[in-house]
């Protein structure tokens, strides 16, 4: 479903990321259950494969045509402002499409991208 474009994924990752190779051999790390969730489900309808940049952690893959995943954000817990976008406050998420490529910038504590059956497959605490 996935190839990179460029590098390797220990060479890509930042810092505290857990490579997608990785991704099944750790445990997931449980966050508090009062936090607000959002998710953004993406799905390249298109002919051909599509960029998926998630910022500000240069995440980069290719959504090859009819695959999806799902990018999720994770609030502070009682917070008044549980995400902090500073283009968009207190939204989730900021999307900008650019010819064959969609950039999610997702606002919150946790960032999880998670494949079409909900396997993990990047985490950035």
Do not use: H, K
């Not at 460029?6 to 009062?34: C, I, K, M, R, S």
């Not at 917070?79 to 976008?85: D, K």
Request: hydrophobic share 45%; charged share 20%.
């Amino acid at each position: 479903m996935f190839w990179r474009r460029l590098g390797t994924p220990e060479a890509d990752a930042a810092p505290g990321a857990v490579p997608v190779e990785d991704a099944g051999a750790l445990p997931p790390e449980p966050w508090d259950p009062a936090a607000p969730v959002a998710r953004l489900p993406i799905r390249n309808e298109g002919l051909r494969p599509l960029e998926l940049f998630i910022e500000p952690y240069c995440w980069s893959e290719w959504l090859e045509p009819g695959a999806s995943v799902t990018v999720v954000t994770v609030g502070e817990a009682g917070a008044e402002r549980p995400w902090t976008g500073p283009s968009v406050p207190d939204e989730p998420f900021e999307l900008q499409y650019l010819a064959d490529m969609l950039v999610v910038w997702p606002y919150g504590d946790l960032v999880l991208i998670l494949d079409a059956a909900g396997n993990e497959l990047y985490r950035y605490p």
